[in-house]
C-alpha cells in the first residue's frame, strides 16, 4: 500500500483530519515519568493510545528525539506504531535537504531505519536533491511550500520575474514536474489561510500537511476551509504540544485524548460549514 492510499483510508476510517505530532519535551513530561530512561518512549506511546481513535496518523519531529539522544527509542515508537495501529501513517518531520550520496542515506535513515511511511524535505537545493526520496515509490514525499513561521516570508514570498511568489512555484513545480509516482504532498502553514487557498487552486488534490493550529496560533475554522478539497479532505492538520501538554497531572492521558477529540471535532465542523 502506498503512503497516498494509506491516508485516503485513515481519512476515511478515523473520519479525521488531525495529525498529533509527536515533540517529546522531558522538561514538560509528568512527574509520574520524572527519571525513568524510557521516559520518551513511554509518554510518547501512551499519547499514541489515547489519541489513536481520534486521528488520521502521527507526526514524530526527529530534533526531539535526536537532541536527547533517543533515535534508538524513536526507532522504538515507529515500530510499535506499525504494529497496533498499521492503517495510521507516520509522517517523520526531518526537513531534509542534501544532494547525491548524502541525500540517499537520509532516505535510508527515514524509510528503512524508522520505516516512515512519509518524510518531510526541503526543495532549496532542488530536484535531485529530493529525487532519492521519490525513489521509494510507494513512500510520501512532503515538501515545504508555504511555512508557518513569520520568517518564512523572508524568501517564500519573493517574487519571480513573471510575478509569481516563489512558495507558488514550489508548488507548481512539485505538482506538475516532481509527482510522478503521486506521492507527493506540501506542507503549508496554518497561519496563512489565504496562502493555503492559494496553493490548494494550484495543486488539485495533492496532499497538505499544515501544521500552526493549536499553540502557533492558526484557526482551525480557516485552515479547514481553505485547505479542502471537493471531498472535504486533502488535509493533515497537526497539532502538537496543545494535546501533548493539555495537562502535566495524573489525567494528562485523559487531557490528551480531550484535546484530540475536541480538535478533530472542530475540524468538522469548519468542513460541515463551508459545504
Not at 537532541?67 to 515507529?78: H, N, S, V, Y
Not at 542515506?105 to 529525487?131: C, H, I, K, L, W
Not at 477529540?261 to 472542530?266: L, Q
Request: aromatic share 8%.
Amino acid at each position: 500500500m502506498t503512503f497516498i492510499d494509506k491516508l485516503n483510508r485513515a481519512w476515511a476510517a478515523q473520519d479525521s483530519l488531525l495529525m498529533v505530532g509527536l515533540d517529546p519535551d522531558p522538561r514538560r513530561f509528568p512527574k509520574e515519568l520524572e527519571g525513568r530512561p524510557d521516559a520518551v518512549t513511554e509518554f510518547c506511546l501512551r499519547i499514541v493510545e489515547a489519541t489513536a481513535p481520534y486521528v488520521c496518523g502521527f507526526k514524530p519531529q526527529i530534533a526531539y528525539f535526536s537532541a536527547l539522544g533517543a533515535e534508538d527509542q524513536l526507532q522504538d515508537i515507529c515500530r510499535t506504531i506499525r504494529e497496533r495501529h498499521p492503517d495510521l501513517p507516520i509522517v517523520l518531520d526531518a526537513k531534509r535537504g542534501d544532494v547525491g550520496s548524502t541525500a540517499e542515506q537520509y532516505a535510508r535513515e527515514a524509510f528503512e531505519r524508522y520505516g516512515a511511511d512519509a518524510v518531510t524535505v526541503n526543495p532549496y537545493m532542488g530536484r535531485d536533491s529530493v529525487q532519492p526520496y521519490i525513489d521509494y515509490g510507494d513512500r510520501g514525499v512532503i515538501i515545504l511550500c508555504r511555512t508557518s513561521n513569520v520568517g518564512g516570508a523572508d524568501f517564500q514570498d519573493m517574487r519571480l520575474a513573471n510575478g509569481t511568489p516563489l512558495y507558488l512555484h514550489v508548488a507548481d513545480q512539485v505538482a506538475r514536474v516532481w509527482n510522478t509516482n503521486e506521492q507527493c504532498a506540501l506542507v503549508v502553514g496554518a497561519t496563512f489561510p489565504e496562502e493555503i487557498a492559494q496553493v490548494r487552486r494550484r495543486v488539485g488534490n495533492m496532499p497538505l500537511l499544515i501544521p500552526g493550529i493549536g499553540v502557533q496560533g492558526g484557526d482551525i475554522r480557516a485552515t479547514a476551509q481553505a485547505g479542502r478539497t471537493s471531498s472535504g479532505r486533502g488535509m493533515m492538520i497537526n497539532s502538537a504540544r496543545a494535546i501533548l501538554y493539555a495537562s502535566a497531572q495524573e489525567d494528562w492521558e485523559q487531557a490528551a485524548a480531550k484535546t484530540a477529540r475536541a480538535t478533530r471535532s472542530a475540524i468538522r465542523a469548519a468542513l460541515q460549514d463551508s459545504l
